[in-house]
Protein backbone atom coordinates (compact mmCIF):
# COMPACT_ATOMS: atom_id res chain seq x y z
CA UNK A 1 0.00 0.00 0.00
CA UNK A 2 1.63 3.79 -0.87
CA UNK A 3 1.49 5.77 1.94
CA UNK A 4 2.90 9.00 0.79
CA UNK A 5 -0.45 10.67 -0.38
CA UNK A 6 -3.81 10.14 1.20
CA UNK A 7 -6.21 8.22 -1.15
CA UNK A 8 -9.73 9.40 -0.73
CA UNK A 9 -11.09 5.58 -1.12
CA UNK A 10 -9.10 5.45 1.99
CA UNK A 11 -10.18 8.00 3.35
CA UNK A 12 -13.53 7.36 3.14
CA UNK A 13 -12.51 3.45 4.89
CA UNK A 14 -10.88 5.03 8.03
CA UNK A 15 -13.91 7.81 8.45
CA UNK A 16 -16.47 4.47 8.14
CA UNK A 17 -14.31 2.75 10.71
CA UNK A 18 -12.54 0.01 8.84
CA UNK A 19 -8.65 -0.26 9.04
CA UNK A 20 -7.71 -0.75 5.26
CA UNK A 21 -6.00 2.88 5.17
CA UNK A 22 -2.24 4.81 6.23
CA UNK A 23 -1.33 7.56 8.55
CA UNK A 24 -1.53 9.86 5.65
CA UNK A 25 -5.02 8.95 5.14
CA UNK A 26 -5.98 9.51 9.02
CA UNK A 27 -4.00 13.02 9.08
CA UNK A 28 -5.97 14.02 6.24
CA UNK A 29 -9.36 12.87 7.41
CA UNK A 30 -8.54 14.23 10.64
CA UNK A 31 -7.94 17.73 8.88
CA UNK A 32 -11.04 17.70 7.56
CA UNK A 33 -13.44 16.88 10.12
CA UNK A 34 -11.12 19.00 12.49
CA UNK A 35 -12.47 22.13 10.18
CA UNK A 36 -15.44 20.92 9.20
CA UNK A 37 -16.83 18.06 11.85
CA UNK A 38 -19.57 17.24 9.76
CA UNK A 39 -17.55 15.31 6.93
CA UNK A 40 -17.12 12.57 9.27
CA UNK A 41 -21.36 12.54 9.54
CA UNK A 42 -21.66 13.31 5.70
CA UNK A 43 -19.48 10.45 4.67
CA UNK A 44 -21.82 7.70 7.40
CA UNK A 45 -24.59 9.14 5.87
CA UNK A 46 -23.99 8.62 2.40
CA UNK A 47 -23.03 4.82 3.49
CA UNK A 48 -25.94 4.56 4.76
CA UNK A 49 -28.30 6.16 2.02
CA UNK A 50 -26.28 3.66 -0.06
CA UNK A 51 -27.51 1.03 2.21
CA UNK A 52 -31.49 2.09 1.90
CA UNK A 53 -31.26 3.19 -1.72
CA UNK A 54 -30.08 -0.76 -2.70
CA UNK A 55 -32.64 -2.34 -0.11
CA UNK A 56 -35.45 -0.13 -2.03
CA UNK A 57 -33.81 -1.64 -5.75
CA UNK A 58 -33.92 -5.16 -4.43
CA UNK A 59 -37.27 -5.44 -2.27
CA UNK A 60 -39.38 -2.92 -3.69
CA UNK A 61 -38.32 -2.36 -7.55
CA UNK A 62 -37.23 -6.78 -7.59
CA UNK A 63 -33.34 -5.49 -9.39
CA UNK A 64 -31.17 -8.06 -9.10
CA UNK A 65 -28.00 -6.75 -10.70
CA UNK A 66 -26.11 -3.81 -9.59
CA UNK A 67 -23.08 -2.02 -11.68
CA UNK A 68 -21.34 -0.18 -9.03
CA UNK A 69 -19.10 2.82 -10.58
CA UNK A 70 -16.55 4.02 -8.40
CA UNK A 71 -16.91 2.02 -5.65
CA UNK A 72 -14.05 2.04 -3.64
CA UNK A 73 -13.00 -0.51 -0.78
CA UNK A 74 -15.39 -2.69 0.52
CA UNK A 75 -15.24 -1.37 3.69
CA UNK A 76 -18.41 -2.48 5.56
CA UNK A 77 -22.15 -3.17 4.61
CA UNK A 78 -22.12 -3.57 0.90
CA UNK A 79 -23.68 -3.29 -2.21
CA UNK A 80 -23.78 -7.28 -2.36
CA UNK A 81 -24.08 -7.77 1.46
CA UNK A 82 -26.98 -5.75 1.33
CA UNK A 83 -28.71 -7.24 -1.97
CA UNK A 84 -28.15 -10.52 -0.94
CA UNK A 85 -29.49 -10.58 2.14
CA UNK A 86 -32.55 -9.64 -0.04
CA UNK A 87 -31.97 -11.90 -2.45
CA UNK A 88 -29.46 -14.16 -2.47
CA UNK A 89 -29.32 -14.13 -6.35
CA UNK A 90 -28.16 -10.48 -6.70
CA UNK A 91 -25.22 -9.97 -8.72
CA UNK A 92 -23.02 -7.20 -8.52
CA UNK A 93 -19.68 -5.44 -10.53
CA UNK A 94 -17.65 -2.66 -8.35
CA UNK A 95 -15.60 -0.45 -10.59
CA UNK A 96 -13.43 1.79 -9.68
CA UNK A 97 -10.22 2.92 -11.71
CA UNK A 98 -7.25 2.83 -8.67
CA UNK A 99 -5.48 -0.36 -9.26
CA UNK A 100 -4.74 -0.59 -5.22
CA UNK A 101 -8.17 0.13 -4.57
CA UNK A 102 -9.27 -2.95 -7.04
CA UNK A 103 -6.35 -5.68 -5.60
CA UNK A 104 -7.49 -4.71 -2.46
CA UNK A 105 -11.28 -5.46 -3.29
CA UNK A 106 -10.73 -8.17 -4.98
CA UNK A 107 -8.51 -9.72 -2.20
CA UNK A 108 -11.39 -9.38 -0.06
CA UNK A 109 -14.15 -9.93 -2.23
CA UNK A 110 -12.02 -13.49 -3.04
CA UNK A 111 -14.90 -16.30 -2.77
CA UNK A 112 -18.31 -14.43 -2.34
CA UNK A 113 -20.57 -15.49 -5.16
CA UNK A 114 -22.20 -13.08 -7.86
CA UNK A 115 -19.40 -10.39 -7.15
CA UNK A 116 -16.82 -9.21 -9.42
CA UNK A 117 -14.61 -6.21 -9.45
CA UNK A 118 -12.63 -4.46 -12.29
CA UNK A 119 -9.77 -1.45 -13.01
CA UNK A 120 -11.64 0.93 -14.87
CA UNK A 121 -12.64 4.51 -15.29
CA UNK A 122 -16.04 6.21 -15.05
CA UNK A 123 -14.94 8.11 -18.77
CA UNK A 124 -15.19 4.74 -20.27
CA UNK A 125 -18.17 2.97 -20.13
CA UNK A 126 -17.46 0.97 -23.39
CA UNK A 127 -14.80 -0.89 -21.30
CA UNK A 128 -16.49 -1.03 -18.41
CA UNK A 129 -19.94 -2.69 -20.70
CA UNK A 130 -17.76 -4.99 -22.62
CA UNK A 131 -15.22 -6.00 -19.69
CA UNK A 132 -15.66 -9.83 -19.17
CA UNK A 133 -16.43 -9.82 -15.52
CA UNK A 134 -19.30 -7.48 -16.40
CA UNK A 135 -20.38 -9.74 -19.34
CA UNK A 136 -20.08 -12.68 -17.46
CA UNK A 137 -21.87 -10.99 -14.17
CA UNK A 138 -24.88 -8.69 -15.90
CA UNK A 139 -27.38 -9.64 -17.95
CA UNK A 140 -27.90 -6.21 -19.87
CA UNK A 141 -31.16 -7.20 -21.20
CA UNK A 142 -32.34 -7.12 -17.84
CA UNK A 143 -32.84 -3.66 -15.49
CA UNK A 144 -29.83 -2.84 -13.74
CA UNK A 145 -29.13 -0.50 -10.82
CA UNK A 146 -26.79 1.86 -11.42
CA UNK A 147 -24.90 3.47 -8.73
CA UNK A 148 -22.46 6.27 -8.68
CA UNK A 149 -22.77 7.11 -5.12
CA UNK A 150 -20.34 10.04 -3.91
CA UNK A 151 -18.62 9.78 -7.36
CA UNK A 152 -19.60 12.55 -9.80
CA UNK A 153 -18.20 15.42 -8.25
CA UNK A 154 -14.80 14.18 -8.82
CA UNK A 155 -15.86 14.84 -12.43
CA UNK A 156 -14.87 18.06 -14.11
CA UNK A 157 -17.20 20.09 -16.38
CA UNK A 158 -14.92 19.08 -19.00
CA UNK A 159 -15.75 15.58 -18.51
CA UNK A 160 -19.45 16.39 -19.69
CA UNK A 161 -20.67 14.29 -16.54
CA UNK A 162 -24.12 14.74 -17.39
CA UNK A 163 -23.94 13.62 -20.82
CA UNK A 164 -21.59 11.20 -19.55
CA UNK A 165 -24.52 9.45 -17.18
CA UNK A 166 -26.72 9.71 -20.05
CA UNK A 167 -24.51 7.37 -21.74
CA UNK A 168 -24.78 4.77 -19.64
CA UNK A 169 -28.49 4.49 -19.30
CA UNK A 170 -28.66 4.36 -22.80
CA UNK A 171 -26.66 1.21 -22.53
CA UNK A 172 -29.39 -0.16 -20.02
CA UNK A 173 -32.83 -1.65 -20.70
CA UNK A 174 -35.76 -0.31 -19.26
CA UNK A 175 -36.70 -0.56 -15.75
CA UNK A 176 -33.09 0.35 -15.11
CA UNK A 177 -32.75 2.72 -12.09
CA UNK A 178 -30.14 5.03 -11.44
CA UNK A 179 -28.56 6.08 -7.84
CA UNK A 180 -26.49 8.80 -7.42
CA UNK A 181 -25.41 10.99 -4.31
CA UNK A 182 -23.56 14.39 -5.03
CA UNK A 183 -21.80 17.10 -2.94
CA UNK A 184 -23.78 20.27 -3.19
CA UNK A 185 -21.77 23.68 -4.20
CA UNK A 186 -20.24 25.46 -1.39
CA UNK A 187 -21.78 28.39 -2.93
CA UNK A 188 -24.84 27.15 -1.10
CA UNK A 189 -22.99 25.59 1.42
CA UNK A 190 -21.68 27.10 4.82
CA UNK A 191 -18.28 28.76 5.58
CA UNK A 192 -16.88 25.57 7.47
CA UNK A 193 -17.67 23.51 4.59
CA UNK A 194 -16.57 25.83 1.52
CA UNK A 195 -13.21 25.65 4.16
CA UNK A 196 -13.38 21.79 4.15
CA UNK A 197 -13.39 22.01 0.36
CA UNK A 198 -10.68 24.33 0.12
CA UNK A 199 -8.33 22.51 2.55
CA UNK A 200 -9.23 18.93 0.72
CA UNK A 201 -8.38 20.40 -2.53
CA UNK A 202 -5.14 21.50 -1.44
CA UNK A 203 -4.18 18.09 -0.27
CA UNK A 204 -5.52 15.53 -2.67
CA UNK A 205 -4.56 14.83 -6.63
CA UNK A 206 -8.91 13.90 -7.77
CA UNK A 207 -10.55 18.02 -6.95
CA UNK A 208 -13.63 17.81 -5.73
CA UNK A 209 -16.00 19.74 -8.61
CA UNK A 210 -19.57 20.23 -6.10
CA UNK A 211 -22.38 21.56 -7.82
CA UNK A 212 -26.25 23.29 -7.59
CA UNK A 213 -29.08 21.60 -6.40
CA UNK A 214 -30.17 22.55 -10.00
CA UNK A 215 -26.87 20.89 -11.54
CA UNK A 216 -27.48 17.63 -9.83
CA UNK A 217 -31.04 17.33 -10.40
CA UNK A 218 -30.26 17.63 -13.92
CA UNK A 219 -28.76 14.20 -13.79
CA UNK A 220 -32.41 12.82 -13.54
CA UNK A 221 -33.49 14.54 -16.55
CA UNK A 222 -36.22 12.38 -18.48
CA UNK A 223 -36.22 9.55 -16.00
CA UNK A 224 -39.14 8.78 -13.48
CA UNK A 225 -38.13 10.30 -10.18
CA UNK A 226 -38.96 7.62 -6.80
CA UNK A 227 -40.21 9.80 -4.00
CA UNK A 228 -39.18 12.09 -2.34
CA UNK A 229 -37.02 13.02 -5.21
CA UNK A 230 -33.44 14.97 -4.86
CA UNK A 231 -33.45 15.75 -1.24
CA UNK A 232 -30.32 16.09 1.28
CA UNK A 233 -29.34 12.48 1.76
CA UNK A 234 -29.96 11.85 5.14
CA UNK A 235 -33.72 12.11 4.09
CA UNK A 236 -34.00 10.15 1.63
CA UNK A 237 -36.02 6.88 2.88
CA UNK A 238 -35.27 7.66 6.44
CA UNK A 239 -38.28 7.09 7.80
CA UNK A 240 -36.56 8.35 11.36
CA UNK A 241 -35.15 11.62 9.96
CA UNK A 242 -36.96 15.02 10.27
CA UNK A 243 -38.19 15.82 7.06
CA UNK A 244 -38.20 19.49 7.53
CA UNK A 245 -34.54 19.23 7.97
CA UNK A 246 -32.95 20.31 4.51
CA UNK A 247 -29.39 21.34 5.61
CA UNK A 248 -27.44 22.35 2.67
CA UNK A 249 -24.35 20.80 3.89
CA UNK A 250 -23.40 17.93 2.86
CA UNK A 251 -24.82 14.91 0.08
CA UNK A 252 -27.54 15.65 -2.21
CA UNK A 253 -28.96 12.92 -4.58
CA UNK A 254 -32.00 10.47 -5.34
CA UNK A 255 -33.00 7.89 -7.15
CA UNK A 256 -34.61 7.35 -10.91
CA UNK A 257 -36.42 5.10 -13.14
CA UNK A 258 -35.46 4.41 -16.79
CA UNK A 259 -38.50 4.20 -18.64
Do not use: C
Request: charged residues 25%; proline residues 4%; hydrophobic residues 40%.
Amino acid sequence: MKTEKPNIARIYDYLLGGTSNSPADRAAADELVRIQPIVAMSVRENRAFLGRAVRYLVAEAGIRQFLDIGAGLPTMENVHQIAQREAADARVVYVDNDPEVISQAQTLLAGSAGVGAIEADIRDPSGIFGHPVTRGLLDLTRPVGLLFVSLLHFLREEDRPHELVRSYLDSLAPGSYLVISHGRSAAESSAESREAERAYNSSMDNALNLRSMERIEAFFEGLEIVEPGVVNIALWGNTTADQRDDSRDGFYGGIGRLR
